[in-house]
T-cell receptor, first 112, second 113 residues
Framework: GDSVTQMEGPVTLSEEAFLTINCTYTATGYPSLFWYVQYPGEGLQLLLKATKADDKGSNKGFEATYRKETTSFHLEKGSVQVSDSAVYFCALTNTNAGKSTFGDGTTLTVKP | ETGVTQTPRHLVMGMTNKKSLKCEQHLGHNAMYWYKQSAKKPLELMFVYSLEERVENNSVPSRFSPECPNSSHLFLHLHTLQPEDSALYLC????????????FGSGTRLTVV
């Protein structure tokens, strides 16, 4: 079956540091890939997506590129802020039923 | 109102109580989901409804009973819960086949005492 593996956390960075959260996947066919963010006390919010190989999703300074050859979708941000502290989930959708497979989540803490 | 709305936001119930969680979306989506999120555990998919039909039930105990009366509303009926059922219950919706991703509600924080 489909699976998503995320870099284990927690990740702690200083403000303005560079962020990478690794995500790799296993799936048949051509899945769409997503990153979600969950702030404390809230549900998950869609952060960015990519629907085909070599697509780059971007939003709020975050980027991720769909790499089919390495089955990866790593999340990056050049300069993190304290407000980026949250849990980040990588996910894929591979069927017309719309069901997604989620990674376990990576907790990011950014210190001033 | 846009997005996915879940009520109540917080719920405390005794093990012998019966309560219901409500989820509502007016995004025109045709699939809705219930997830359970417990501390230090992965997201657990509980139920999937597509076009108002339940298409998946991931071995969820019968003390959880979903209901989808129409494409905009989803309920989770709870009865005789256990303390280990305390968690954040998340509702999500999407349009199947369109690569939209999920729109999640803010969740109901359930505590069973």
């Amino acid at each position: 079956g489909d699976s998503v593996t995320q870099m284990e956390g927690p990740v702690t960075l200083s403000e303005e540091a560079f962020l990478t959260i690794n995500c790799t996947y296993t799936a048949t066919g051509y899945p769409s890939l997503f990153w979600y963010v969950q702030y404390p006390g809230e549900g998950l919010q869609l952060l960015l997506k990519a629907t085909k190989a070599d697509d780059k999703g971007s939003n709020k300074g975050f980027e991720a590129t769909y790499r089919k050859e390495t089955t990866s979708f790593h999340l990056e941000k050049g300069s993190v802020q304290v407000s980026d502290s949250a849990v980040y989930f990588c996910a894929l959708t591979n069927t017309n039923a719309g069901k997604s497979t989620f990674g376990d989540g990576t907790t990011l803490t950014v210190k001033p | 109102e846009t997005g996915v709305t879940q009520t109540p936001r917080h719920l405390v119930m005794g093990m012998t109580n019966k309560k219901s969680l409500k989820c509502e979306q007016h995004l025109g989506h045709n699939a809705m989901y219930w997830y359970k999120q417990s501390a230090k555990k992965p997201l657990e998919l509980m139920f999937v409804y597509s076009l108002e039909e339940r298409v998946e039930n991931n071995s969820v105990p019968s003390r959880f009973s979903p209901e989808c009366p129409n494409s905009s509303h989803l309920f989770l009926h709870l009865h005789t819960l256990q303390p280990e059922d305390s968690a954040l219950y998340l509702c999500a919706s999407t349009m199947t086949g369109e690569n939209y991703g999920y729109t999640f509600g803010s969740g109901t924080r359930l505590t069973v005492v």
